[in-house]
């Protein structure tokens, strides 16, 4: 099941609509990772906060916040089917207002909950409850934010504009890393512990007012509103839910290796650093910078180079390396003989080729579905995808290193989901471009 090129409605497509498009569909997104970039960051402190009663090991708290983590994530695929109905029926606008709304309340709350300390084993279940409110809304973000930039796109464009919402996923996680290492500079240990941690979850709120205010200029998308009028004449039939189900199950296959060595490499790095090569929280922190920068420059010319050759190529590549190069990855972080410039070119490499895959996986996932059912589709086999192998990321490393001793592990789960997605991506006939 693939989409037609944007058929009615592509007369609506002006510069000035589509790149405001964009930025409307974006900034969500950067929010959205944001967040659960700096949850990752502060994972160690957090997990010492809301998880360590009198008597816990760090590790147990590491895993139970890493839990709480994967929760969220879980959620996202309730988030994607019920947001993603909603999108498909009355539009991407509305939702995607609903959606930023649910996302800075929770994000923001985050930073003025009570701790352990403060009221006991209610803590942990008040920081679950929203990050379950995230993992909803988080859900809905990504299917609608899609359709709206591809939906939006100009002819022959869907990768380039695709891959801006994986952009703002790395600036998003930049940004997270970048405020973590800011205040980790100016603050004492003490103050990082005690209040300094949720002043990044606190900067959300200026955040999310700016992106409602940016979808509340939105215009609804030319495809959905051409679709709704030929629904009104009763011109179109939606496509069987079985074709759905086997889009959504190939999708996610194809993401999964994305999704995977990108939790990985670019938010899991820093706690497995700390707490398995005994690394500090700023050296820790500098080399999951480099990474996202890594990811962030090559993720808008991956994209575009997709609308030249196909999506597929280009992914593969992607996928193919991971394959090859996690494991060596590794290897050279644990050598005390390499150097920092060498270690830091490496995490650099990583987060590049990750890009690869996240560049053209939103317009990928978008043609691989009908208007009719697009906000929910590519929302499903995105949420589902992320909430296996990018939310359990964290807690299956941490575990299973503890567990074996093995401080491989990290690659070989990259590895592992990135050639299933090569599988994935090489077995099915796939149409180049948009």
Known sequence: MTAPEHGPGLEALRPGRSRGALVAGSVGNFIEWYEFGVYGYFATIIAARFFTPEGGSEVEALVRTYASFALAFFFRPVGAAVFGRLGDRVGRRPVLIVVIVLMTGATTAIGVLPTYATVGAVAPWLLTFLRVLQGL???????????????????????????????????????????????????????????????????????????????????????????????????????????????????????????????TLLVVLPSYLQSTLNASFRQALLATVLANLGFAATIVPAGLLSDRIGRRPVMLAGAGLVVVLAVPLLHLLQDTGTSNAAKGLAVCAGGAVVGLMAGPGPAMLAEMFPTSVRYTGLGLAYALSNAVFSGCAGLIITETVKRTGNVDIPGYYAAAACAVSVIALANVSYRKGS
């Open 137 to 263: 809304s988080a859900g809905g973000e990504f299917g609608g934010a899609v359709s709206v930039m591809t939906e939006f796109a100009p002819p022959g464009r869907r990768g380039l504009y695709g891959s801006w919402q994986s952009f703002t996923v790395a600036l998003g996680l930049l940004g997270g890393a970048g405020a973590a290492a800011l205040l980790a500079t100016l603050l004492s240990e003490k103050q990082l512990g005690d209040w300094g941690w949720r002043l990044p979850f606190l900067m959300t709120l200026p955040m999310g007012l700016g992106a409602l205010w940016l979808r509340l200029r939105l215009a609804e998308t030319p495809a959905f509103a051409a679709e709704r009028e030929q629904g009104r004449k009763g011109e179109f039939e939606r496509p069987a839910a079985a074709e759905v189900v086997r889009a959504v199950a190939l999708g996610a296959g194809r993401v999964m290796g994305w999704a995977a060595s990108g939790y």
